[in-house]
């Protein structure tokens, strides 16, 4: 079993930043792939950030070169790091996690995992 925590939602303005956090717990092979999702209302969850445990990152074309995501293995926290946000970027946040290998933990997947409850993220402009 594992559970997660996010934190750090809230509102920001057009072109501010924003760190969200999520705190990790229990079966470390259950986690081994980590990621960040958000969901607007109306629309699709959708993947956002994704870190393997080597390290290696993938991002959606959205975020790129706007969000950061980062893990302190020692903490068991995962982080996402937002800055530049748009009103688009308006949406629940969630943290996920799966056990996919460093060689397969390469794209989002959104079925067999763990998640935390979500954290709001509103954007005005």
């Known amino acids: 079993q594992v559970q997660l925590q996010e934190s750090g939602g809230g509102s920001v303005q057009s072109g501010g930043s924003l760190r969200l956090s999520c705190a990790a717990s229990?079966?470390?092979?259950?986690?081994?792939?980590m990621a960040w999702f958000r969901q607007a209302p109306g629309k699709e969850r959708e993947g956002v950030a994704l870190i393997a445990s080597d390290g290696r990152t993938t991002y959606a074309d959205p975020v790129k070169g706007r969000f950061t995501i980062s893990q302190d293995n020692a903490k068991n926290t995962l982080y996402l790091q937002m800055n530049s946000v748009k009103p688009e970027d308006t949406a629940m946040y969630y943290c996920a996690a799966d056990s996919r290998s460093l060689y397969t933990c390469k794209y989002f997947r959104a079925t067999n995992n763990y998640w935390g409850q979500g954290t709001q993220v509103t954007v005005s402009s």
């Open positions: 229990g079966d470390p092979s259950s986690r081994r792939c």
